[in-house]
């Protein structure tokens, strides 16, 4: 089975055509590829397919074979593959996901903007002794602002799993452990659910970034600073759209033979 990998500021893909996955278990397949002794090794797999309603339609699994309504960094991987493969001709598309319809404008180093939509906050929970600020960037999001070395120094693989698979949050969640820079940067460190810990996340980039910006943090315009590189994030306020600007490079390509 054919496959190309690629990664937005570290965050992972395996692509792969739909004709050679075409009547296999999707979930399975997943899992084998994305395990990272035995596989190929990703944080997912991404499949472009059909779609009535836009140029593509955007078909993403987590690392553990679950589906996720939406992925920041693979929806930037997979415009710049469909456009270097001429599956799209032009530079502003639209890709439908489990989140709906997100507009793409491509740059030629193949970096992207992308139109995430308008952020929906909800409550403010205590868990673990942390207050997450809850943030639906289409998929769900946790937020909670700490110092710096409370940041750096946290074991996210003993505290990511309690919170994302707490009761609270019924479909799981993704948690971000955020400190703030300056008005203009934030850092961010991820437990991203159906994954666990990875360098980098587009959508939970753009939730630590509005959540900041709507308790007063930071300013509209803003970096998000992660293990595996930087991902920009502008938003206006209020019902304003939020827009999400980052790199999407190639690894490699190859047979699975798994």
Do not use: Q
Request: negative net charge.
């Amino acid at each position: 089975m054919r496959f190309i990998k690629m990664h937005g500021a570290g965050n992972d893909f395996v692509i792969l055509d739909p004709k050679e996955v075409e009547g296999l278990d999707l979930r399975d397949l997943t899992r084998r590829i994305c395990e990272r002794h035995f596989g190929v090794g990703a944080d997912g797999i991404l499949v472009p397919a059909l779609s009535k309603s836009a140029d593509l339609k955007m078909i993403y699994l987590n690392s553990d074979g679950s589906p996720s309504e939406m992925c920041g960094n693979g929806i930037r991987c997979l415009a710049r593959y469909a456009r270097d493969r001429g599956l799209v001709s032009e530079d502003a598309i639209t890709i439908e996901t489990g989140a709906g319809i997100k507009k793409i404008t491509l740059h030629g180093d193949g970096s992207s903007r992308v139109d995430m939509g308008s952020p929906e906050f909800g409550p403010e929970v205590e868990l673990y002794g942390f207050s997450f600020l809850c943030v639906s960037m289409g998929n769900p999001h946790a937020v909670t602002f700490l110092s710096e070395e409370e940041v750096e120094r946290l074991d996210l693989r003993s505290v990511g799993p309690r919170v994302e698979k707490n009761p609270f949050f019924p479909g799981g969640t993704n948690v971000e452990f955020v400190y703030v820079l300056d008005t203009r940067n934030v850092r961010m460190r991820i437990w991203e659910r159906g994954a666990g810990e990875t360098l980098a996340s587009g959508s939970g980039s753009c939730a630590a970034a509005v959540a900041a910006i709507k308790r007063g943090l930071a300013e509209g315009s803003l970096d998000v600073r992660l293990d595996g590189g930087v991902v920009g994030v502008e938003w206006a306020g209020g019902k304003e759209p939020v827009y999400m600007s980052g790199p999407a490079e190639y690894i490699c390509e190859g047979n699975f033979l798994g």
